[in-house]
């Protein structure tokens, strides 16, 4: 049996401050949590190792129709998005300052606003994530913000370790790529799988330990890649694609037929690389592959990691002992390459040889 990546080293919930945080939580949003709830009409999807039971169509995920829900998600009638009854405690904001991400603690619960897009309410008991969509936000949009943004936060939220990374599955175990946005890692994964190894994650890296072991938790067989990324990798072929979200250009890729595999299974993982940071590779021509000390390993999690409630000192303190024993357990390097996508190849095989000398 498996055991998640502990970040929480315990959980303990007040049962009249968990309702009094539903019954604020429904007078903010209307609809008491849980109350519209029929999972009789609901379909079940995997992604990572949830069972996901959605009130809408999930293309992009695994069926697991048949399996009960670990929780449930319900896309409910567009609401205006008001100021929450409690203030914000965190943002996240773009390069230009400008909020991307709003986070406000409702007791036990969650709530998540991406301006001018939708508020996704995290409910601690049912499990559920519960979106009012802005009245202009495609469905296409939502679906992109529950599956890259939201669940991976939903995870961080029960205990577990989710990093901004992707992997793959190599013939000794799988290669990650974790960086900041725009490090290439989902262009250095999408270049391994088109060489044929199997897909595990896109930008939603869950670790779990196991036996002295980490290990890689597959997410759902998707990349989303820029057009310029995707004519490089893929050449002639004429993939499945379809439109990320209406205010990116990126495409979402999807293993259809035999364009790409995807590895359904947890996979050890054989190497971790932290990418450089775009802006300091600007003007590089060569590629470098470096080791990271231990202590400068934990300060790469600390920036890496998907956060629910950087305000939880209990969490905190899990997850600075969760990263003090992955070190431990795992060797972590850096990698640098050129921004020019016609070296990808060449890249592809420094990355490939040294995973020879490591098994070596």
Known sequence: MTCPVSIRSSVVVETNAAQTARDRLSDYSGQPSGESRNLGDMKSYKICDLILGSNIPLPELLNANGKSPDCTFLLLPPQEQRPPPVDWFHHWRLSDEEIWLSFAK???????????LGDFFLSHEPKEIRCYPASRTPKRTIVHLLLDQVIPLFLNKWGRLVLHGSAVC??????????????????????????????????????????????VIPSYPGLRL???TISAILNNVKPALSKVA????????????SEF??????????RIYILANPKETKYTKKISIDPISPRDAIVELVKYAFKLDISDREILRGEFECFARIVRLQPFYHLSVPRDLSRLPVV??????????LDN
């Not at 989902?186 to 060489?195: G, H, I, P």
């Not at 592809?348 to 000398?357: F, P, Q, T, Y």
């Open 226 to 228: 820029w057009d310029d």
């Open 348 to 357: 592809r095989e420094a990355i490939i040889n040294d995973l020879k000398n």
């Open 261 to 270: 595999r995807f590895c359904v299974g947890p996979v050890p993982l054989k």
């Open 106 to 116: 409702l007791g036990c619960d969650y709530l998540l606003r991406f301006p001018g």
């Open 170 to 215: 190599g013939p000794s175990g799988a290669i990650a790529f974790v960086g900041v946005t725009g490090a290439g890692k989902s262009t250095l994964t999408a270049s391994l799988v088109s060489n044929g190894l199997p897909l595990l994650t896109d930008d939603c890296l869950l670790l779990e330990e196991n036996a002295g072991q980490l290990l």
């Open 246 to 257: 209406h205010y990116t250009w990126k495409k979402r890729l999807r293993a259809r037929n």
